[in-house]
């Protein structure tokens, strides 16, 4: 990411610092990814992707959806841009301001639990089919994991805190203590049951949803001594009546009208693939071929991008909401594209490395324990399906923080509609026309198709609310092109990693998978100042810089 910062413009302390704080958020996101891998190692090594998988990996998920469904989305896109426009306006730099949000927050996540909790048979009955002894064991699940709606919710409300303060890396280390305690539960869980025939009693169900909760609580207590360091201390306020939240209650719920209709098309997917999984169980089909699967490799999928994108946008997030406070759209559309052509510098070869090497990545991640090759083939599939998303997927991350940067949450819920019908629509297609072996690897590729279209459409609507004297269009030259010639450098050299990666598989799954990154990055790299790949070029100038010094 350094290597662009003479694409931006503006002070050149402020591009180092924002170089700086998303290189700290992209160490601890590499970290937490890392551990997140060895964590989902032990997982599936522990439970396999069948119906057991199933049941706990919706359990875990359930949690995470009603808290984005509900407040999550809101907390995420609307706490910094307020935060530092109350820093700007109010007279004690929004201290009171910041108390007063966060005490309204934590009450109504402390409802939304308590809520959860009670109805938990209710939701695990919207996002499965199952009944018997699959469903009592996904309820109990779900009731032992559900209160990490609460730890979410304070994690991401402090997170904010922190960010909007200039403090981006305890957010991003956080989570590391988070994949420790769960690896270590499921270690445990393995040496417990280690002669058992893997059938998931109610006392292991305890200390897996437990154990899995108490990750949660650690990764929002690690959050305090960074807190402290920046000199913060919540004293609860209700004297909300004429304190300014009502604007960001607006805006809040624009997000969470966006989030429902991203949520309603992720339910159409769990609703169908859990019942995908049914199918290929009863049909005997070799290989989990349900909600796990699917899971797993969107969970590997995203990685680049909540490692890259995620950190340079976290970084960039409060430069840019100033931009916006003072009218400055310009600035707001240098630093969207600036963010676009740095990520895709990252992002676009990570894609070609899942789509070319998904066999050998996806079993060098979970090829362990209870999985099969069966398992690995259909995982592999997926993430195939998958990989041409990442992308637009990237892309549209960073389009619609330029939207939140102006306040401005409406837009991007009317445009999201159009991922989630065209998400929903085909994913119902795919169960309905393909065999069960291939409904989940056909509802990857109706996600890829979504994002594309989500991308193209919200990058037509921000260039023309960000259109200025001589501004062009965020996809036109130099962002645009800077996408072609990546995409024109990953063909061969993918089609190098390709043939690396067969040469060294007898030496295993992960000799195959770094062969083929290895052979993969050096494609790229000879191809750079051929074709022009500034982005490429410059990294590597600083890279041999660094080095003489």
């Not at 050299?493 to 990055?521: C, K």
Request: one cysteine or more; a positive charge; glycine letters at 10%.
């Amino acid at each position: 990411m350094s290597a662009t910062t003479t694409s931006t413009t503006g002070p050149p302390g402020r591009s180092t610092s924002v170089l700086r704080s998303g290189a700290v958020m992209a160490a601890g996101s590499v970290v937490s990814r890392a551990t997140g891998f060895v964590r989902s190692a032990v997982v599936v090594a522990a439970l396999g992707t069948g119906l057991t998988a199933d049941g706990y990996t919706v359990a875990n998920t359930v949690p995470n959806i009603l808290y984005i469904l509900l407040i999550g989305g809101a907390l995420n896109a609307v706490f910094v841009p307020e935060l530092v426009r109350a820093a700007k306006e109010h007279a004690d730099g929004g201290a009171a301001y910041t108390d007063r949000l966060l005490t309204l927050c934590t009450i109504g996540l402390l409802a939304l639990t308590a809520l959860a909790v009670a109805a938990a048979p209710v939701v695990v009955g919207l996002y499965t089919d199952y009944d018997g002894r699959q469903a009592e064991l996904t309820i109990a699940l779900a009731r032992y994991c559900l209160p990490q709606i609460l730890f979410y919710g304070l994690f991401t409300l402090l997170g904010q805190v922190l960010n909007a303060r200039g403090r981006f890396g305890a957010m991003m280390w956080a989570p590391v203590l988070n994949n420790i305690v769960i690896t270590g539960v499921f270690g445990l869980y393995i040496a417990i049951a280690a002669n058992s025939d893997g059938t998931l009693t109610d006392t292991h169900a305890r200390l897996l949803g437990w154990g899995t909760t108490a990750g949660t609580a650690v990764q929002t207590l690690a959050l305090i001594p960074a807190l402290r360091a920046a000199k913060f201390r919540w004293r609860p306020r209700f004297d909300w009546r004429g304190s300014g939240l009502t604007r960001p209650i607006r805006a809040a719920g624009w997000l969470v009208l966006l989030v429902l209709t991203n949520q309603l098309a992720y339910w159409v997917v769990t609703r169908l693939s859990t019942a995908s999984g049914l199918h290929a169980a009863e049909q005997d089909i070799a290989g989990g071929a349900g909600y796990t699967a699917y899971s797993y490799a969107y969970q590997l999928w995203v990685v680049p991008q909540g490692i890259i994108t995620v950190s340079l946008v976290t970084a960039l997030m409060p430069r840019m909401s100033r931009y916006a406070a003072d009218g400055d759209l310009a600035g707001v559309r240098r630093d969207v594209a600036y963010a676009l052509r740095t990520s895709a510098a990252a992002v676009v070869p990570a894609a070609t490395a899942l789509l070319v090497l998904a066999p050998w990545v996806i079993g060098s991640v979970f090829g362990y324990g209870r999985t099969t090759p069966a398992d690995i083939t259909v995982m592999a599939g997926i993430m195939m399906a998958f990989a041409p998303g990442l992308i637009a997927f990237s892309g549209q991350y960073v389009l619609s923080r330029g939207f939140y940067a102006m306040s401005d949450t409406r837009t991007p819920f009317l445009l999201n509609l159009v991922i989630a019908a065209v998400q929903a629509g085909l994913t119902a297609a795919a169960y309905l026309l393909l065999p069960a072996r291939w409904a989940v690897t056909g509802m990857a590729g109706a996600s890829t198709v979504a994002f594309c279209a989500g991308f193209t459409v919200t990058a037509h609507v921000l260039s023309r609310r960000l259109a200025g004297p001589g501004a062009g269009s965020l996809l036109r030259s130099p962002t645009l092109g800077a996408h072609a010639r990546l995409i024109a450098a990953c063909v061969p050299a993918g089609a190098l990693a390709y043939g690396a990666a067969r040469i060294a598989e007898r030496a295993g799954d992960v000799a195959a998978a770094g062969a083929g990154t290895l052979a993969l990055l050096l494609g790229v790299v000879l191809l750079a100042r051929p074709l022009g790949i500034g982005e490429i070029t410059a990294m590597l100038a600083s890279g041999r810089a660094r080095l003489r010094r």
